[in-house]
């Protein structure tokens, strides 16, 4: 059960904001969480800023403890066209704390990622790293966990693409050369053939 509501406004052709807020819970009120999304995009003749803000907070309240977690993410994001090629930068600085039963954590996970496109090729990069520890690794010390993940993207034939990875990257919402899918963490090298009919 829940609520969302979000508010749009374009100051000019150039200039746009949005505000959206979001609260969950179940029916005994054991489990909550509330998210809120600002953004702002200027864009410009051949160059795009945008900036945001992500905040999102969970509750859980168990028989004799409560589990509770808060990620804060700002991030920038900028795209521009050089020599007739695309370039995507973006930069984020997520901040995660969490609580259970006695224990509580907080780390940091910084990450950049660069998309560029060429003719019909897409190229990006992306590099990110814990700094503290989490929850669920563990008692083992795990600062310093490292992902590095290279993509490419291009057409095979007439309606038929391939996407090969090759890297580490955590599990969640990925996106990349201009696609956003959920996923399971992975390593290694993968290959994906699409499609359209």
């Not at 990110?128 to 010390?141: P, R, S, W």
């Not at 034939?157 to 201009?178: P, Q, S, W």
């Amino acid at each position: 059960e829940g609520f969302m509501g979000e508010i749009s406004y374009m100051y000019d052709f150039d200039n746009e904001f949005l505000f959206n807020y979001g609260e969950g819970w179940n029916s005994n009120f054991k489990i909550r969480c509330t998210d809120f999304y600002s953004e702002y995009k200027r864009s410009m003749e051949n160059f795009n800023l945008m900036l945001d803000y992500a905040h999102f907070e969970s509750i859980n309240k168990k028989e004799n403890f409560k589990n509770w977690e808060r990620k804060l993410k700002p991030a920038m994001q900028i795209d521009f066209v050089f020599n007739e090629m695309p370039f995507l930068m973006k930069a984020e600085y997520e901040i995660i704390n969490e609580k259970d039963i006695d224990k509580s954590i907080e780390h940091v996970e910084p990450r950049i990622q660069t998309d560029i496109g060429f003719n019909d090729f897409s190229f990006s990069i992306t590099i990110e790293n814990q700094i503290g520890d989490a929850l669920d690794d563990g008692l083992e010390d795990n600062d310093g966990k490292f992902w590095v993940g290279c993509e490419i993207t291009g057409p095979i034939i007439n309606n038929i693409d391939f996407r090969f990875f090759a890297g580490k990257e955590k599990a969640g919402l990925v996106c990349r050369n201009g696609v956003c899918k959920q996923q399971a963490a992975f390593s290694g090298l993968k290959l994906e053939i699409t499609t359209t009919f």
